[in-house]
């Protein structure tokens, strides 16, 4: 097939003017000059369709760029459609043919408008609700909110700054959230609401004003009410209300609303005698005080929202879990960091060791940190990161010394991820394993990081069966005659940061499995690089692992096998 090559001094805009001129009556002519849309675009071309006008808009990268759709005039909030008019298509990329992606942008822009006519689109109100929502807000002040999965309406603690107001599940939480973040105090907080929808809103019935968030919650809610009268009591100068639901399909939705008392003529809030005027100190119907705050709808974030990649009982599951990285070096801190991203909640840290410039080009910490502990930096550093984890606890020593001078210290943990490579470690840990019952996951890689492992030992098996009473392994992947240098841990690095990526998904994927509750049994995965790497650290596969194993594909791959016990 001869591959396209776009001809020169092509007019786009042109070829698809011609196509719109073959509309007929429908075609309704360009966008004029001057029309908004034409903003930062090219050109435009009105179409009436479904008694609908719609205008077609291309920009400068056109055809490389898709056509946009958007609805011209006043309408009701319609599934699919933003607030500017604008249709959310799925329409392809067709930089070959002008003609073409015009007439698919406008063919799906009228499938779309016929299914908006039939209702099947109107569930997608609720299920993107935090999207439609934004759609109808000004710019302002934002509602960020970490809430959780809260099972019914309540207190919440509120905090505010200038560009934002925050809403958390509890003070506690407030004040590990903004420690984590700012690495500071959260000196107060305040009273705000969560209160659970049992459906939804749609778009036309969001609340404008306090009377209408009332009759909303008097209507959708089963313990709302009861929430907000309990705040309105107070007669507050300020109020974060947020508005929690579930779509049908299960996702979970938090949009945030700001109460306000209104401002006198000289900007003055006013006091609480002029709010409750008409009616005895603290006498006035709650439904009244809710009628006189004003209201502003807030584009909301959900700090945890990074999270979402996994179903809610797994994401539960995992804020949850205790994990105990032993090691934080290369392979140790780039695990970490993979499982407190995937949404593990607590970790406890422990390495003797500080970075050192050596480290820096496959350390998850860099330059900045030489000369740190890496237990501490990295624990410090993952709550920065991310300020919505549980907790992360280090220690500045060795995990010999750590279970001598505290038995206890790692009881209730889920997990161990033993990334040493110390026969010493390995073995302590292997005891404690037997002894506790708890899952040990030990990795290490090879020389030059040809080849990486993950063992998961589960309680009644042992990790040292595969060794002999010194260290020495069964059976290696590979051997290199290329000497590991001599100052390794000094002075210069043996491997570099793309070699240990592989060791490192190779390793927290099988965490998080286990973490899940996907794995069965006790299982030991190998990766193998390709035989290009291979070639460049001198290095070949062992004749009893090609025994063992076979021949190693050549582009690189994951085995699986037993432990030595199975």
Known sequence: MTAYIRPPEVDEVAIADAWFNTLGKSYKGQLPAGDPLLAGNRAGWLVLTRNRELAVVVDEAFPFTRPRVYLRGDHDPMPHVEANGRLCLDNPEIPSDPQSAVREALRHARNLLNDIDKGVEDGDFAEDFTLYWHQSVGPGRRARLLLSDIPRSTIISTCATPAAVYGFASGDSARQWWSHRFNDHLRKTRHGAVILLDQLPHPDQYPSTGGELWDLIAARSRDGIEVLVGLLKQTPKSLLVALAGVSPNGRRHAVGILMERPVDQQGRTVNRRV????????????????????????????????????????????????????????????????????????????????????????????????????????????????????????????????????????????????????????????????????????????????????????????????????????????????????????????????????????????????????????????????????????????????????????????????????
Request: with cysteine.
């Open 275 to 566: 709010i409750e005027h008409g009616y005895a100190r603290g006498g006035t119907p709650p439904r009244v005080l809710c009628g006189r705050l004003l209201l502003k709808r807030l584009v909301t974030e959900n700090l945890d929202a990074a999270s979402t990649r996994l179903p809610y009982l797994e994401r539960d599951r995992l804020a949850a879990a205790r994990v105990a990285i032993i090691g934080c070096g290369a392979l140790g801190s780039g695990v970490t960091r993979l499982l407190a991203k995937s949404g593990v909640g607590h970790f406890i840290l422990v390495d003797p060791e500080t970075l050192g410039w050596e480290n820096i080009r496959r350390h998850q910490l860099g330059a900045a940190f030489v000369g740190h502990p890496k237990a501490a930096i990295l624990a410090k550093t993952l709550a920065q990161e991310n300020p919505d984890i549980g907790s992360t606890k280090p220690y500045n020593t060795t995990v010999e010394h750590l279970l001598k001078q505290h038995p206890d210290a790692l009881d209730n943990v889920d997990l161990v991820v033993a990334c040493t490579a110390t026969w010493s470690a390995n073995s302590m840990l292997d005891d404690l394993s037997m002894r506790s019952r708890l899952p040990v996951l030990y990795a290490w890689m090879e020389a030059h990081a040809v080849a990486a492992h993950a063992v998961l030992i589960l309680p009644g098996h042992s990790y040292r069966v595969g060794y002999d009473a010194v260290g020495n392994p069964r059976m290696t992947a590979s051997t290199s005659r290329k000497p590991i240098p001599a100052e390794c841990g000094a002075n210069a690095s043996p491997f570099g940061a793309i070699e240990l990526a592989q060791a490192e998904v190779l390793v927290g994927r099988l965490a998080l499995d286990q973490l899940r509750g996907k794995v069965a049994g006790t299982i030991w995965k190998t990766w193998l690089t390709d035989q290009a790497a291979l070639g460049d650290a001198e290095g070949s596969w062992t004749e009893e692992w090609v025994r063992a194993r076979g021949v190693p594909n050549p582009n690189g791959q994951i085995l699986v096998a037993p432990w030595w016990d199975e």
